[in-house]
């Protein structure tokens, strides 16, 4: 199910049943809060990226894939 953030707004107090001032004032935040969370937790396949590089002895260091 998709939501516009207006309805996911709606949806949280209608589901917390909760209209009071600093509850109402703070959504924005906890929804950003979460959007981080599930950011952070979740892995993926967009961000993740195959490299073949060679290794030498005594040697730290390998090229990052320029994209």
């Known amino acids: ?3 516009t953030y207006t309805q996911l707004k709606s ?3 209608e589901y917390t049943d909760n209209n009071e001032t600093s509850f ?3 959504l924005d935040r906890f ?3 979460a959007e981080q969370r599930i950011f952070s937790t ?3 396949e967009y961000f993740r990226n195959n ?3 060679a ?3 005594c040697n730290q260091i390998i090229v990052v ?3």
């Open 11 to 13: 949806s949280i107090q």
């Open 55 to 57: 290794m030498t002895s």
């Open 51 to 53: 490299a073949s590089g």
């Open 24 to 26: 109402v004032s703070n």
């Open 1 to 3: 199910m998709s939501y």
């Open 65 to 67: 894939p320029a994209d």
């Open 31 to 33: 929804i950003k809060s």
């Open 42 to 44: 979740v892995d993926l």
